[in-house]
């Protein structure tokens, strides 16, 4: 079993900031790329921000610039630091981790319930 936890989230202002976290627990052998992803009623899942095992990130072209993506590989933890948030960035966000579980190969996508961002003033 696995288990990905968010944490964070809630209401802020515009120009405001927020910061997530999303903890990854249960029967893990590695942990591969690690991210977020958004969805605003209406519309469709998107991505925001990922980052791999060896630290590479890639970024939405809306966040860029203003979120920050990173990684505690000891704590199998993500987070999300966004900065100068707007109406726009209002949605659900999803914590996403590609998981290998045992050592056979092949890893696949687990994700976590999602958290509220909601931007407004």
């Known amino acids: 079993q696995v288990q990905l936890v968010e944490s964070g989230g809630g209401l802020v202002q515009p120009g405001g900031s927020l910061s997530l976290s999303c903890a990854v627990s249960?029967?893990?052998?590695?942990?591969?790329?690690m991210g977020w992803y958004r969805q605003a009623p209406g519309k469709q899942r998107e991505l925001v921000a990922e980052?791999?095992?060896?630290?590479?990130?890639n970024y939405a072209d809306s966040v860029k610039g203003r979120f920050t993506v990173s990684r505690d590989n000891a704590k199998n933890t993500v987070y999300l630091q966004m900065n100068r948030l707007n109406t726009e960035d209002t949605a659900v966000y999803y914590c996403k981790a590609v998981i290998r579980t045992g050592v056979l190969p092949g890893a696949f996508d687990y994700w976590g319930r999602g958290t509220q961002v909601t931007v407004s003033s």
């Open positions: 980052v791999t095992s060896g630290g590479d990130t």
């Open positions: 249960g029967s893990i052998f590695s942990i591969n790329a």
